[in-house]
Each structure stands twice: as C-alpha cells, then as structure tokens.
C-alpha cells in the first residue's frame, strides 16, 4: 500500500511506470484531489477519457483498450473511472498484464475494503499503486490547509487554517481551490511567498459574492422552502447550481454540527458560537446559535450525509444532475422546518 508522499510523488511526475492507480477510503475528496495531481501533471492540453465502471465490467478489454489508444490530437491522455469496485476486476488484471498500456488509469474506489480483490490486485502489482484515505479530524484537516498553503507560497497560521477547513466542510478539493484563489490574491508563489490573514479570506469572500449565498443557506437552517425556492431560481440564473449549492451549504452544516456538540457538552448557545470564532462571520452568530437550539445533532449528521451523497452522485458521468441536490435542499428544508413548529 502507496503512503501520502510516496502515491503523492508517483502522480506528480506522471510515473510511466505505474499504468494505473487505485484510490480509495471514505474520503473520496482527498482520493479526487490526488487524481487532480495526475491531471495536472498531464499539462493543460491532456485529453481525459472517463469510463464508467459498468462499461469496463460489461466489457473487460475497454480498460485496456483506451489505456492504449492515441490521443486524435496526439498529446497526452489519461482515464479515471469512479466507483470502481470489485466488479471491475476483470478489467483491471487485463490492463495490468497488457504487454504495453501507455495512457495512465485512474480508479476512485470510495471506501472499499482492505480485504478487497481490487485492493489486493493493484498493490500487489508492479505496474499499479493503490492508496486509502481517510476522513481527517479537525487537527489534521488544519494540518492540510497549512501544507497546502506552503505550496502556494502562502504561510497560513492555525487560526486561518482553522477557518478555511471550517468553510471547506473538511472537503480537501474545495479546500485547496479556495487556498489557491488566496494565494492568487495575496500575488503568492514558493518563490514569493506571504503571510496570509483573516482580511484577505474575508475580501476573497466578498469578492466572489458568497454574502449573496446568505438567503441561500438560512432558507434551507430555517426551514423557509417559498424563499428557498426562490433562491435557488435565483442561482440557477447566475450560473449557480448543483455541487455549486453543496459546497455553499456544507460548511454551515458543519459548523452548526460543530456549535450543536458544544451545547450537547453544556455550553449556552452563546458560548458555542464563540467557540467557533472567526469561522463565523459576526452577523450569522445569533443566526447559528438558534438554528443550533433547533436542530438535534443526530438531523444534522444527516443532512450531512444526504447533501454529501448528493453532490458526489451529480458529479458522476452518470449521475442525475443539479435536480438530485435541489430535492435533497427541500428535503433538509422541510425537516428544519418541522423543528419550528
């Protein structure tokens, strides 16, 4: 089994040793951002083919059939299949014994089991490498923020990186975006590097309009379905839906999970907000603390998970589209709104 630096190193460089790569694990953010290195290892013009896993199982040599095709523009290519599971292994052990593959495969495999013959299959090849995430807890996610910074040109304090993994929801892709658009702010580079701080975050946010997805989220904590209606017509028309929606709820989701332990330890509302710190923007802390009072922990582990499975499912080839998170947004909408009466 690859660690962090070693599969962190393989896709960087593009290995042309290694044919594919399995990532899994319950983390499938952190296992898509590793895939995203090997994109960008690829350069900017590389065609990227995405396979979905009842095609390679309906037709085993598919996998190796791309892996071996020339781009019709001649540059590079790469394929990723998600959801790729034990069904899959036909196709894989074809594209491992192939006598030459030339194009690098991807398997995003979510939490698959140690014991998995997929697993098995790819570590145990010379040609493949495969690599397990898992969801971090609150000190490591800051960690990554950090790291990432640092790669940026940014030096990120623990206060700071402590907000921008709150506002990331502990999602590492939509945290290294938002550090990415930090450091193009902040004119950062590891040549130049600077210090970021909280007045930069808060100008990026003012800049990309996230005020503006305020009614989004209260409509949805505060369970006002006619304004959330409104407000996602609203989005749509700028250009603002599907895992975009996701990643504006998330985060609060997840501070109010956070502000909801809290209270559950015997902390006041008050003083679990504050607890929060500047991972709250000063004029939502009424706000949070009462949808905290009105929202049990056990309702909110949930949303979580049913915005989370929606926003990945829509990100699939195959997926049912922005349509699927708008009913999962009523759905969590109708529940807050229960909890009023």
């Not at 960087?12 to 044919?19: C, F, G, L, T, V």
């Not at 950062?188 to 005020?211: C, F, K, N, T, V």
């Not at 003083?271 to 929202?295: C, L, N």
């Amino acid at each position: 089994m690859a660690k962090d630096a070693a599969i962190r190193a393989a896709l960087d460089k593009a290995d042309p040793s290694i044919r594919c790569y399995l990532l899994y694990g319950p983390d499938e953010s952190a296992s898509r951002a590793l895939a995203q290195r090997l994109a960008t290892a690829m350069g900017p013009d590389a065609e990227r083919i995405d396979l979905e896993p009842s095609q390679i199982t309906a037709d085993p040599a598919l996998l190796t059939d791309e892996a071996a095709s020339i781009s019709m523009f001649g540059g590079a290519r790469h394929i990723r299949v998600e959801g790729a599971s034990d069904a899959c292994l036909g196709a894989v052990e074809a594209l491992l014994e192939a006598p030459a593959a030339g194009n690098p495969v991807v398997l995003i495999g979510g939490a698959l089991r140690k014991d998995s013959k997929l697993v098995k299959l790819v570590s145990g090849h010379a040609t493949g490498m495969a690599h397990a995430s898992w969801q971090p807890d609150a000190g490591d996610i800051d960690q990554v923020a950090m790291e990432l910074g640092r790669a940026q040109g940014l030096r990120i304090g623990r206060e700071l990186a402590r907000r921008l993994s709150a506002s990331s929801g502990g999602d590492r892709a939509v945290l290294a975006s938002e550090i990415e658009k930090l450091a193009l702010y902040a004119d950062a580079s590891p040549d130049q590097p600077r210090e970021a701080d909280h007045a930069m975050l808060d100008a990026i946010g003012a800049d990309m309009g996230e005020a503006d997805l305020t009614r989004f989220t209260d409509a949805v904590l505060r369970g006002d379905e006619a304004v959330l209606d409104a407000e996602i017509t609203r989005l749509v028309q700028e250009g603002r839906e599907g895992v975009g929606l996701v990643r504006a709820l998330l985060p609060q989701l997840v501070q109010l999970a956070a502000i909801r332990t809290e209270i559950d330890r015997g902390a006041s509302p008050s003083q679990a907000v504050d607890k929060a710190g500047r991972a709250i923007f000063w004029k939502q802390k009424d706000k949070m603390a009462g949808y905290a009072m009105r929202w049990p922990s056990t309702r909110i582990a949930r949303a979580i998970e049913r915005i989370s499975e929606a926003g990945r499912e829509i990100m699939r080839a195959s997926g049912p589209g922005p349509i699927a998170v708008d009913a999962e947004l009523f759905t969590i909408a109708r529940q807050a709104g229960r909890s009023r009466r």
